[in-house]
């Protein structure tokens, strides 16, 4: 599923072409997408808002809306998760030919490899789960292949932990290096982290030469430490060239696949309710 740096590129394909635009209309009829609300709710307390911010905090996403009218009481939060494929798009305004009429996209992956087969062909519909229209004539859009997403009012963030990627390095050896929980499981822990997912723990693990077995708490002070900036240097890398699936592991991540460091045969198994890959000589 899309991971920290996926939701962060549709958080600001947000920010960067959705915010002040006047809702005029909402699509909010996939009631299970849209679960709880019935059919319409979302557009009753949308129509007439714009969308002022756009915030983020590990794979969460909301937005933040203006008050209704000439009133300045903030509306309700526009929680969007994109689930395991969902991607943003966001549309120019009707005639601006500097857009060429493109849409804004971001969020999961979509190309080719050994974790995301190709997904360029023809889109459905269907697919769009969600959409506000704008008075300018453009539109946010929510497409959901697989429709695992999910768009709510007010979404409740208290049992996320700290984001990943701004965690610092005190708090991040406090929370990750307790109890008997594998390692891997407890970076997969969005109540102790949030946003780490399967891809970026593995990278991150194999960075930082330690094996996702073991227990958290066995880890000492400088291996936490070297973790912590395993993960910054992996949120930061994923960030800059697209994704998580850019990480240097992950190719390597399949049956006969060999560690790109040392050239060991890659090893397999569950760990944290997910398939997990390591380098049995480097991560011991």
């Not at 699509?27 to 709710?41: F, I, K, L, Q, V």
């Not at 005190?170 to 594998?182: N, Y």
């Not at 993960?231 to 060999?258: D, I, P």
Request: aromatic share 4%.
């Amino acid at each position: 599923m899309p991971e920290l740096p996926e939701v962060e590129s549709a958080r600001a394909v947000i920010e960067r072409s959705a915010l002040e635009r006047r809702i005029v209309s909402v699509d909010d009829t996939d009631s299970y997408e849209c679960r709880p609300h019935a059919p319409g709710e979302i557009a009753s307390a949308l129509v007439g808002r714009r969308l002022t911010a756009a915030r983020r905090r590990g794979k969460a996403m909301w937005c933040e809306t203006s008050g209704a009218g000439r009133s300045r009481t903030p509306g309700p939060l526009l929680g969007i998760h994109l689930g395991m494929a969902g991607r943003i798009l966001v549309s120019p305004a009707r005639g601006d030919e500097a857009g060429q009429r493109e849409a804004d996209t971001g969020g999961d992956y979509v190309g080719s490899g050994p974790e995301r087969p190709g997904d360029r062909g023809p889109q459905k519909p269907e697919w769009y789960r969600f959409t506000l229209e704008f008075d300018d004539g453009g539109s946010l859009r929510l497409f959901d292949k697989r429709r695992l997403g999910r768009v709510r009012l007010d979404p409740d963030l208290d049992a996320l932990g700290p984001d990943a990627g701004e965690v610092g390095v005190a708090d991040f050896r406090r929370l990750v290096g307790r109890g008997t929980a594998p390692l891997k499981a407890r970076l997969l822990d969005q109540g102790t982290l949030a946003g780490i997912g399967n891809l970026l723990a593995d990278e991150v693990l194999w960075q930082a030469r330690l094996d996702p077995r073991r227990p958290a708490g066995e880890l000492d002070h400088d291996e936490l430490t070297e973790l912590h900036a395993a993960l910054r240097s992996g949120v930061r890398r994923a960030l800059r060239l697209g994704g998580v699936h850019t990480g240097e592991v992950v190719a390597y991540r399949h049956a006969g696949g060999h560690c790109p460091r040392c050239g060991a045969e890659m090893q397999r198994a569950t760990v944290g309710g997910r398939t997990t890959w390591w380098c049995p000589q480097e991560q011991d």
